[in-house]
Nanobody, 118 residues
Framework: QVQLVESGGGLVQAGGSLRLSCAAS????????MEWYRQAPGKQRELVAG???????NYVDSVKGRFTISRDNAKNTVYLQMSSLKPEDTAVYYC????????????WGQGTQVTVSS
């Protein structure tokens, strides 16, 4: 059984920063892609950022230059450093990992609320 636990969300003023963390635990042989998604009220869930095993990153255009995704393979953890936050960044943020043990499967975190006030 694999569990992803997120932390770091909260309320911040526009222009501020937050750092999200997502740690995987359980039966894990390797973790391939690690990603962050977000879902705002009334909107579809969107991919915010991703990072491969080799450290290649990708970002949605709206967060480029403001958000940085990173990973610590020894800790099975992915981070999202968010800076220059805007009210439109307000959403529930979810991490997703592709994890291999006896087989490969995707796992999701429980979500963490990020609220940016104007």
């Amino acid at each position: 059984q694999v569990q992803l636990v997120e932390s770091g969300g909260g309320l911040v003023q526009a222009g501020g920063s937050l750092r999200l963390s997502c740690a995987a635990s359980g039966s894990i042989s390797s973790i391939n892609t690690m990603e962050w998604y977000r879902q705002a009220p009334g909107k579809q869930r969107e991919l915010v950022a991703g990072i491969t095993t080799g450290g290649i990153t990708n970002y949605v255009d709206s967060v480029k230059g403001r958000f940085t995704i990173s990973r610590d393979n020894a800790k099975n953890t992915v981070y999202l450093q968010m800076s220059s936050l805007k009210p439109e960044d307000t959403a529930v943020y979810y991490c997703r990992m592709i994890i291999r043990y006896q087989y490969q499967a995707q796992y999701w975190g429980q979500g963490t609320q990020v609220t940016v006030s104007s």
